[in-house]
């Protein structure tokens, strides 16, 4: 599967965004997938993740209430809604696939950056 991550852009504190995640190539329902942002000079982050078929959806706590995630297996995409957004939400943000739920995400897209201004 190809993923790409795109609907970020520059946005001020307390406003929000929607990232789309689209997947080509396998369809998607066959796989679980994620979010993950990196900040300037920061690690990799783990936003949130969604099973395959729609459940289960969940995000860290630094996002929880303000980040949701969904995902349409009809047009092969998924969606990180995003409310209230701070300057410390500000990062590259990356889409991620894998085929079993407690394993590691093996399929990465490109990223979009997402730069809350204060």
């Known amino acids: 599967v190809q993923l790409q991550a795109y609907g970020g852009g520059l946005v001020q504190a307390g406003g929000s965004l929607r990232l789309t995640c689209a997947a080509s190539?396998?369809?998607?329902?066959?796989?679980?997938a994620g979010w993950f942002r990196q900040a300037p000079g920061k690690e990799r982050e783990f936003v949130g993740e969604?099973?395959?078929?729609?459940?289960?959806?969940y995000t860290v706590d630094s996002v929880k209430g303000r980040f949701t995630i969904s995902r349409d297996n009809a047009k092969n995409t998924m969606y990180l809604q995003m409310n209230s957004l701070e300057p410390d939400d500000t990062a590259v943000y990356y889409c991620?696939?894998?085929?079993?739920?407690?394993?590691?995400?093996?399929?990465w897209g490109k990223g979009t950056l997402v730069t809350v201004s204060s």
């Open positions: 991620a696939a894998k085929t079993i739920l407690t394993g590691p995400f093996a399929y």
């Open positions: 969604i099973a395959r078929g729609g459940g289960g959806a």
């Open positions: 190539g396998r369809a998607f329902r066959a796989y679980h």
